[in-house]
């Protein structure tokens, strides 16, 4: 197997594995990482394949802060292996913190940081990050909090989720003004599919010099080459809970993806992992796993195959309409 590769996150020093691991299954019912040995088990194979950036966010599990809690268990006597990134202030999560306040203001920030420390079991978190805006808090006070959570050694490095193009150069504009640390990375949707991001986020991460990490980079896992028109693995997420993904999927330009992946004798997920990983300012891939075999599965794909750029641009032609 090819050595994994690791990439600075944006303009930072902070090194990240070019696959991540998306903790998002932790804790989740009906899945094998939904106990602790589960989770120990993808975690550990996590670390052995050497992925190193672990993301999750304070809401991920059956419950508010399960997937923080079964991980801090995980990587008791590890942590200095890993870059843990965590998020707080999803704004369409209420209970059972909604007398916080405002997702992004300092009193809902300290006590969700206080939270995510003390159930991953860590006094620091290496990447924390906004995970939507806050349209209630100027970001000022987001930004002016965070600076102090860096000065006080609890978080590292910030980033952000789910931000427009707009936002984003409002952030670096309110850091540089106010002289606060800046955010080093922004997370949203993109796969070969969803491509909304190439219109103003993209253009924004790399006009600052951020890390780009996309969710949801294997379209839920149909970019995996297990699904077809007609069939997907019966125990796979996408068919128990989302099914209408693959009833809409662009089947003509994923067939035609099939057949020039074969063609060069690389499975679609090899192709995939390559086409992201050639785009500029991205770091890394972030994938969720239920499954050891799967951590090392998208490892090895991850560094199986290195495209040329027309490689590249024709692979992303098959959907530029889809």
């Known amino acids: 197997m090819a050595q994994i590769e690791y990439r600075t996150?944006?303009?930072?020093?902070?090194?990240?594995?070019?696959?991540?691991?998306?903790?998002?299954?932790?804790?989740?019912?009906?899945t094998l990482t939904e106990t602790q040995q589960g989770t120990d088990a993808v975690i550990s194979a996590a670390i052995d394949a050497g992925v190193t950036l672990l993301d999750t966010a304070d809401i991920y599990g059956a419950e508010y802060g399960l997937?923080?809690?079964?991980?801090?268990?995980?990587?008791?006597?590890?942590?200095?292996?890993?870059?843990?990134?965590?998020?707080?202030?999803?704004?369409?999560?209420?209970?059972?913190?909604?007398?916080?306040?405002?997702?992004?203001?300092?009193r809902y920030i300290r006590l969700a940081v206080e939270g995510s420390l003390r159930r991953l079991q860590t006094d620091w978190i290496d990447l924390?990050?906004?995970?939507?805006?806050?349209?209630?808090?100027?970001?000022?006070?987001?930004?002016?909090t965070l600076d102090d959570l860096i000065s006080e050694g609890k978080i590292r490095y910030i980033g952000h989720s789910n931000f427009a193009g707009w936002q984003i150069a409002d952030a670096e504009y309110t850091a540089a003004l106010g002289s606060h640390p800046r955010f080093i990375s922004a997370q949203n949707e993109y796969n070969?599919?969803?491509?909304?991001?190439?219109?103003?986020?993209?253009?924004?991460?790399?006009?600052?010099?951020?890390?780009?990490?996309?969710?949801?980079?294997?379209?839920?896992?149909?970019?995996?080459?297990?699904?077809?028109?007609?069939?997907?693995?019966?125990?796979?997420?996408?068919m128990r809970t989302r099914k209408h993904l693959v009833d809409t999927a662009p089947w003509d330009a994923m067939e035609a993806y099939a057949a020039f992946c074969a063609e060069r004798g690389v499975t679609m997920l090899a192709a995939t992992f390559a086409w992201l990983l050639a785009q500029p300012g991205l770091a890394?891939?972030?994938?969720g796993a239920t499954k050891p075999e799967q951590i090392r599965q998208n490892v090895a794909e991850a560094t199986a195959w290195r495209p040329s750029a027309d490689e590249v641009a024709e692979i992303g032609a098959f959907f530029a309409t889809a």
């Open 9 to 30: 996150l944006g303009k930072s020093g902070l090194l990240v594995s070019t696959v991540g691991l998306g903790c998002n299954n932790f804790g989740r019912t009906g």
């Open 67 to 106: 997937s923080e809690s079964l991980m801090g268990n995980a990587l008791r006597g590890r942590r200095e292996q890993v870059v843990l990134a965590t998020k707080f202030g999803h704004a369409d999560y209420a209970s059972p913190i909604s007398n916080w306040g405002a997702k992004g203001s300092r």
């Open 128 to 144: 924390y990050q906004l995970h939507t805006p806050d349209p209630h808090t100027p970001i000022e006070e987001t930004l002016s």
């Open 192 to 238: 070969l599919i969803a491509r909304g991001a190439e219109a103003e986020v993209l253009p924004a991460v790399n006009a600052y010099g951020l890390g780009f990490l996309p969710w949801f980079p294997l379209y839920n896992g149909l970019f995996t080459g297990k699904f077809s028109r007609d069939a997907g693995p019966a125990d796979s997420r996408i």
């Open 284 to 287: 890394s891939v972030i994938a």
